[in-house]
């Protein structure tokens, strides 16, 4: 079975709120970073690059709060692919604390879009066989 792609995140002062827990948008900013890691590092497509004539917005979101997170602790990141379309990628992911508990887990739809002259002007676009390939890795079935 593949695996998924894996990052740690260390809760800091920046990412909670008075209670000294995560702030709810900071988990969908860390879920953004690593959605943005997998394409640099495992997909060899740097949003650096890919922004300037493409780029995969997230088009729905799901998300449960399991548990609250804490300033210090240590996440465990992971994000897999559920289903992969033309055009578009359904990924699985949770944050996970050091105990192996669940805080964040969820369903993220990205689609790839191509920019036209007028960036206003978007549409999605089928991914290239060397790009599903590579997709094609992080794929695990429920």
């Not at 300037?52 to 602790?73: C, M, S, W």
């Amino acid at each position: 079975m593949n695996q998924p792609f894996i990052k740690q995140e260390k809760i800091r002062f920046k990412h909670i709120d008075y209670a000294g827990i995560v702030f709810y948008p900071r988990f969908l900013e860390m879920l953004n970073d690593l959605v943005e890691d997998w394409f640099e590092e495992a997909l060899d497509r740097p949003f650096s690059k890919m922004h300037e004539t493409n780029g995969i917005p997230t088009v729905d979101l799901k998300v449960q709060f399991k548990k609250a997170a804490r300033l210090g602790e240590i996440l465990t990141k992971k994000l897999w692919v559920k289903n992969l379309g033309s055009a578009s990628i359904l990924c699985g992911f949770s944050f996970e604390d050091e105990q192996g508990k669940t805080c964040l887990e969820g369903e993220v739809t990205l689609v790839n879009i191509v920019f036209q002259e007028n960036k206003n002007d978007i549409k999605a676009e089928p991914f290239n066989e060397e790009m599903k390939e590579k997709i094609s890795n992080f794929i695990q079935n429920d």
